[in-house]
């Protein structure tokens, strides 16, 4: 085309860009949820699959095309759909592999990008789950705006994404922010697969929570209606049921999980600076019962400088939309 | 002028920034350092002056101004000094006040950046000491070429600078980096100024080291020659001293130190993971003593993915030119 020097550029991109879509793919341990996403995060389509039905990636990766067909087809007649983000556990974003995963059953190095973007002949972006969720909140949720912050994934396992200067921190081979393998108790409890201890996993995971009720629940003198579960049936969820119930020990159990937290925390924030922690996953349903008392062990273990400076916060997007919405951002950039 | 299209823009500004100059203040809570520097890092000129010299930070001023000028003279006439780089405790780079610095006798928040820049009619910019000794590693030392890097400065407090994506790492509000005061033995010594328990500045300091030592004497059973100093003449420098006589109780002070030191550097890894951790300050001079333990420690708390890929090092710059290199650095930014 022949550009007119009157041609409005900014229109046109504004046009372009609103018109441009992405896919969004969250790869975790037991599902995989997937979906079409538009600039202003909104879902379009949506899905999800049993991650373990594929025993290899190549098998996971048509099964992933089969079923994303139909909505290409649907939202990308135009060639519309920029690329497709990725979120996975040790997903590397500079090798676009997933590396040596413990919750994913294809073991090694595993190039998922290469082998997506071959398949779909569509651009492929991939990152760390955690890494993406940060990114997903920085767009879309209670990191609109901020240059500096932390967010913290509490699930079955403690997860991280660092932003600084408006952008994720990769470090020197893209493996920053392993927040949850930081050790807070010297010494102390053995995380269950990285045999490290006295991490931050090993304490404030949904895992780490329930290991610590059935050891409170056996040293406990009083009543609790823990005693009603076998150790082995013991979850975070349950704890949490109890706490809500009014159980004394239970609500112990947050309030020891959310000290560590807090001092946790207070490390982070001297590290780094940030305008804001966000906290994000299962775990934080618990609310006030884990951020209360994470909000004072933080406070009180910060030098002075940082004192009532740094805002805790609970994620503010949709748990079951976050995974995608965030794994979408990443063709964004 | 009038621009020839032939004119050697590349020359000209190669030979431009070959005769620019800074100036480089390394202020101390002993003593103030300054001196010349080409941006070859190259100290044409030097001087030292004590900081408790001066009551007030007017007289500071000018009593730096005197002794700069016959500098500012010699090397300045072309107008080729392009600007005074301050480190100074507590130097906050966006606001240029040094801010509540415990070390310092000027109290409050002090606007050295504006008083000196108004008295020499020279751009000055300020910055934290252990952020200024970061970028002098950076640009003339042992981090030359690296996008990512810690470096810990273990002099009478720890103190900071983290490299990230080839710049300093600011955060929200300028005070990221004050790793000295993370937490690393929870509910440990109490810091003798913060008030906070068991942070690595307590221990890995030369302050730190002194109590350490005195502990270690009170509980020896074993013959030691840090016995035959009283408590209070017991330094660092003096456990050095002993540790290379071959005093075991000396040397179990520096594995104790390193240990806690590898520890702390482990949980940092994680954080941003980084080329290189880069050692400054008086307490290095104790060597493989404190490294070995160190790196020890270091390499067993880290995540596999980390393992064995960070290098620990030694500053390369000369002990008394860094604070000055350092400092002047910030002027060319």
Known sequence: MVLNPLFNFNAYFKEMKSTSLAIGVDVGGTNTKYGVVNHR??????????????????????????????????????????????????????????????????????????????????????????KAAALGELNFGAAKGMKDFIMITLGTGVGSGIVVNGGLLYGDKGNAGELGHTVIRPGGREHWSTGLKGTLESYCSATGIAITAVEMKKDAKEDTLLKNYDDKDITSKIVYECATKGDALAKKVYEFTGEILGEALANFVMFSSPEAIILFGGVIQAGDLLMNPAKKAMEEHLLITFKDQVQLLFSELKFADAAILGASTLVWG
Do not use: Q
């Open 41 to 130: 995060g909104e879902i379009l389509d949506e899905g999800a699959v049993a991650t373990t039905l594929f025993p290899t990636i190549e098998a996971f990766v048509d099964g992933l095309y089969e079923r994303l067909l139909p909505m290409i087809n649907k939202f990308g007649k135009d060639g519309n759909i920029k690329g497709i983000g990725i979120g996975a556990p040790n997903g590397n974003h500079f090798t676009g592999c997933i590396e040596n995963a413990p919750n994913l059953h294809w073991k090694g190095v595993v190039p998922i990008a290469k082998l997506i973007s071959e398949k779909f002949k569509i651009p492929c972006v991939l990152n760390n789950d955690a």
